[in-house]
Structure formats: C-alpha cells, structure tokens
C-alpha cells in the first residue's frame, strides 16, 4: 500500500468524528512515545514518528502542530494513567504492600497501552519554558502522594523500612526503559508484563515477614 494510500486510510479532513480524530492522536502519541524512548525527544523528528505511521508529515500536522505539542500531549496522557493507576491502588482495601504492588501493575498496563505515556518519565526536562513550572508541579506532586503510599505501608510493616523517594524512583525509572524494548507482537503480552512488575515490586519491597509464600497467598 501507498503511502497516500495509508493517509486516506486514516480518514483526513473535515468529516471525521471528534470520536476518531481523537483515537488517530493517540496512535500517534503511542508512535511518538515509542521513538521518544528510542531514539531521545531532541533526536526524534516528525518525518520519523510520521514514517512509523505510514503518513506524510503533512498528514501529521493535521493532528499536532508541532513536536513540542506531541510532547506536551504525552505528558498529559502520562499523568492520566498515573494518576489512575494510583487512585486505583488507593481505592483497595489491602496493606500497603499489597496497594503499592497493584500501583505498579496498573500503572504499567496503561503504559505499554499507551507508550507516549512514558515521556512524562523520560523527557520531563525536554518540556518548553514556559509549560515547565506547570509540569514539575503536577510531577512533584503525584511523587509525594506516591511515596506517601510507600510510607503506609512500610508504618503497617508490609514493606521493608527504606526511603520512600527511592523506592519510587526505581519503580518509575524501571518503567522509563519499556518504550525501548516492548512491542505489542513480542514475546510478552501487555497484562503480562504489568503482572510481571507487580510482582517484582512487590518482592523487591516486601518486609521480611511477608516473603513467606503462606503470608503471601493470605493477604491476596
């Protein structure tokens, strides 16, 4: 198939739903997340993330006008997923181990969903001047609201005593390499990977106690 050909394929112009415009720029943060990761936001272009697409960079430009934009827009998805995966983690009635671990799963999940999500981990610095303060503003406070949930669960003796800003930034920075190794055709699907990191998480921050595979099995 023709490049053009895959251009009139994505249904450009007028007559497409906000619905379907809306799916067709996800795809596209979902491109651009992947090569964001691979390559570096500063050494990624739109003629790349376009290419991987099978559209022109004009055709890209009918949804973002710039990479900047793109960028931006990730970020926005990142926190989005972030944000739910940790209200989600809050919303269980469990210890905080057991919370902090389904953070991390669903976290994940909606990262390989969404791999443009991921830049808010990546290129948080990569962001223009003037949107900066906003960014690291809504960055540092989901970090605090994170580690607050590390330090539920090392108070209710889940998780082993250790500094809850560490332990976050090796969950997070784990999850910053995914871009540039997981594909949606590998040898590993989306739900099993974000089991994966659950368990490692949980295994990584367990209390020594709780390693016991009875103890375990009783608080699931």
Known sequence: MSTNAKVRKWGDGPNVSAVAHQEKQRRILREAGAVFGEVGYHNATLELIAKRLGLTKAALYYYFTDKSQILL?????GFEVAEAALDAALALEARGLDRFALFVERYVEGIVASLGACAAGIELRSAPPAEMPGVLKKSRAFDR??????QEGIDDLSITPTDPALAVNWVMGATTL???WYRVDGRYSGPQVAKAYGDLARRMLAAADMKAPGRRQALR
């Open 178 to 180: 995914l871009p540039r």
């Open 145 to 150: 609201r994170l580690r607050d949930l590390v």
């Open 73 to 77: 827009r990730c970020f926005d998805l």
